[in-house]
């Protein structure tokens, strides 16, 4: 039994929307939980929306949506609230991401939940968390990169500070509440009554910044933006060649000798400036301009092939397309790139050949799953009809 099956018997009720709630729980259907889908009637999660879009289902959607089954109700209403509290009473895990309050407000906060449920996993997904100051600050991923320094250390020394192109906060943040509700469940035989998990982007934004946080707090270093290159050492960093660019890690004094030599440019490792790694971080600029000189001078695929023969950690600097189409990437199997299914499996040692169920049309469980819950079928076409007609 691989992986796959690890949360085989484990039922997640999935509040959430946009990224990081979806992710944890699709995280859980990966390996085998039910995941029931819970979304608006009128128009489901919003990312269901956003471009692009396949199909008319928007792509961040069908990322972090996949194996699960989608019921569709008004949770505004008194049927619809009802209706969710009924099937969270044969649950193990409820993950939520409204904005701290809401749930409450919606009736299905943690006590509203563990009233019906009192050995429930209650995972609340939130921008800044329920505290004082962070439970009415509204945050999206860009707003926490910014909000924990991400952004003022992203980009070009002579640059505006930049947003990462992946949603590095929004994607850890799934993958810290994964985690938590994991090792909430594996505590289960010890642990009487329900638990309540929090996880917030701020947290896994400053996460993300461990290094910098203790650089800072305790050795009084103040990280600034450096492009492409590592505030510990140098040479690492990208640099442009006749053709392209290439990146180049040699962040111990052997690799910058053996960099030089396959270079020809010994006489760097003769020069005081670049005599030692701190002496190489601290002369950066010039180091990379004498670097920069000979680079320019052949293709990237000159350089790649002398360099790694050398025995210099180097490589490409690729866009998307090229990392897809790289034998690589084809032999990693983790892409599906079949346009008509296409998906990124989790990076996890599974099968790989595995189908994965493309994410449900909105709604396309809600009969099965209401009758699986016990509804009768006159409860059933009530809250089916009441969906449907609404504004």
Request: glycine share 8%; charged share 25%.
């Amino acid at each position: 039994m691989g992986l796959q099956h690890t949360y085989q018997g484990i039922r997640v009720l999935d509040l959430s929307e946009n990224i990081a709630g979806p992710l944890a729980c699709m995280i859980m259907a990966d390996l085998g939980a039910d995941v029931i889908k819970i979304e608006r009637a009128v128009g489901g999660d919003s990312t269901r929306l956003l471009p692009p879009q396949r199909e008319g289902t928007g792509t961040v959607f069908s990322t972090v949506n996949r194996n699960k089954r989608s019921v569709a109700l008004d949770l505004a209403t008194r049927q619809g609230r009802d209706a969710v509290l009924r099937l969270a009473r044969d649950v193990d895990v409820v993950v939520e991401s409204f904005r701290p309050g809401v749930a409450e407000r919606l009736g299905l906060g943690f006590d509203d939940v563990t009233a019906v449920n009192d050995r429930v996993i209650y995972c609340s997904i939130s921008a800044f968390g329920r505290g004082r100051l962070g439970h009415d600050r509204p945050g999206y991923d860009a707003l926490v990169q910014a909000f924990t320094g991400i952004m003022s250390l992203t980009g070009d020394p002579d640059g505006r500070p930049a947003r990462t192109a992946p949603s590095l906060v929004d994607i850890s943040t799934g993958m810290w509440a994964g985690m938590s509700i994991m090792a909430a469940l594996a505590n289960r035989p010890r642990q009487d009554g329900p638990v309540r998990l929090e996880s917030t982007l701020i947290d896994s934004g400053l996460f993300m910044m461990c290094h910098q946080i203790i650089g800072l707090v305790a050795a009084d270093f103040h990280p600034q933006r450096l492009g492409s290159a590592a505030p510990s050492t140098a040479p690492y960093q990208e640099f442009p060649t006749s053709d392209g660019s290439i990146m180049v890690a040699a962040a111990t004094n052997r690799l910058f000798q053996k960099l030089c030599s396959a270079m020809e440019a010994e006489e760097l490792v003769d020069d005081p400036r670049f005599a030692t790694v701190t002496d190489r971080v601290h002369h950066r600029e010039d180091l990379t301009t004498e670097l920069e000189k000979v680079f320019v001078t052949q293709s990237s695929g000159y350089w790649l092939a002398r360099i790694a023969a050398a025995g210099v950690p180097v490589g490409p600097v690729h866009s998307l397309e090229e990392a897809l189409a790289h034998p690589l990437t084809k032999e990693r199997a983790l892409v599906v790139d079949d346009p008509a299914a296409a998906q990124v499996r989790l990076p996890l040692d599974q099968d790989r050949d595995l189908p994965l169920v493309s994410p449900p049309p909105l709604g396309q469980h809600t009969e099965d799953i209401l009758r699986e819950a016990g509804f009768a079928p006159e409860e059933i076409r009530a809250l089916v009809s009441a969906e449907n007609t609404l504004p």
